[in-house]
């Protein structure tokens, strides 16, 4: 059984989720005064814990361990691979400040890869419909498509920070977006677009014909659209806490390049409105009028009882 089927247990655990909204909002919001290694784990923490409850919910734990097994090893492998020799990302390397390493890629980007990709994941279900065995070729290869845009959304924010302003990595011939290249978004697509394909490819024929069939309440989607979109909010505070505490200078980056970091986070908030936030808003829109349907049973089911019995 994929879902809980236990009314209260499933009550329970959505008002434990929406506190997690809740009181991740708030950390986005308290982002400018907390400190950068307590910053790191209040943001990844919250995140892993909502996606491992959420997508169990919905897809149960053993599904939602491929998800995460599968992010790790394409992520991880992808990441070593540009650190080595350029391609997908292009010649970078991370700096100590990010902890322990998993060969030359610390260990904490990884959970970042599953975190925010689930979330996109949901996003991308959302907007297109949903993947499991027997969908359609157009959602398993769509959803994915649609998901790695959400993903890269955030990179374009949270990249020039991290790495020019942060130097927790040091982009090696630099770039024209505030230190950062181009190559760097297109591999972020690349990768992101291997393992949620491949994520797809899995539940669309391997997955348990009654994985993601039982509807669940539009509610538990606007979760994943709110954490999503309170990703967005750290970017705006970090804007406004640098304009109004004056905190700005300049860096300068591996090509010698010099940029005014206040340029930087304006760019980030800007960035985070655009994409972040009105994906937030498109995605609910859409769920609000009820386009694509959520999760349901397939047309060749709809006679069949037998085929969505849990």
Known sequence: MNQQSNPRSRASSSLGLWAVVAVFAGCALLSPVIPGALADLVFIVPLIAFGAVHG???????????FAVITLIVSNLMENLSILTGFPFGHYHYTDHLGPKLFLVPLLIGPAYIAVGYLSWVIGTVLIGPVRKGARLFNTVAVPAIASFVMVFWDICMDPGMATVQRNWVWEGAGGFFGVPLTNYLGWFLTVYLFLQIFALFLRHRGDATTDVTPLPASYYYQAIAMYGAVALKYPTRYLADLVGGDSGTVTDA?????????????AALMSIVTMLFVTILAALQLGQGRPALPRTDRHQEHDPAAVAH
């Open 56 to 66: 169990t919910m919905r897809y149960g734990w053993r599904v939602m361990v491929v």
């Open 255 to 267: 090509a010698g390049h010099t940029w005014w970091t206040g340029d930087i986070s304006e760019t």
